[in-house]
Nanobody, 124 residues
Framework: QVVLVESGGGSVQAGGSLRLSCVVF????????MGWFRQAPGKEREGVAA????????YYADSVKGRFTISQDKAKNTLYLQMNSLKPEDTAMYYC?????????????????WGQGTQVTVSS
């Protein structure tokens, strides 16, 4: 069993930055990929960034490339999402997810464990 707890969301103006954190509790052998997903009101959930626990594979949605950075601190069992140059269209609930057998890292289909979400609101 794996439990994910996100934090770090908030309200910022366009151009600002936020860093999301996701602390992982549980069996580290239960997941290999971790990712950040977001869902805006009335829209489908979309993958933002993903990483494998070896740190070899990094995956980003085109809409956030060059602005967002995913990273992990294994000593702290924590996943991060550094978000810079935020835009109003980045406004959404952001979720942390973990999965073992993930065929497409930016698709939510194969992720088994999910956090409760943290809200990010970007004003123009």
């Amino acid at each position: 069993q794996v439990v994910l707890v996100e934090s770090g969301g908030g309200s910022v103006q366009a151009g600002g930055s936020l860093r999301l954190s996701c602390v992982v509790f549980g069996d580290a052998y239960s997941y290999y990929y971790m990712g950040w997903f977001r869902q805006a009101p009335g829209k489908e959930r979309e993958g933002v960034a993903a990483i494998d626990t070896l740190g070899v594979g990094l995956y980003y949605a085109d809409s956030v490339k060059g602005r967002f950075t995913i990273s992990q601190d294994k000593a702290k069992n924590t996943l991060y999402l550094q978000m810079n140059s935020l835009k109003p269209e980045d406004t959404a609930m952001y979720y942390c997810a973990a999965g073992l057998w993930v065929s497409t890292p930016l698709s939510d289909r194969d992720y088994k464990y999910w956090g409760q979400g943290t809200q990010v609101t970007v004003s123009s």
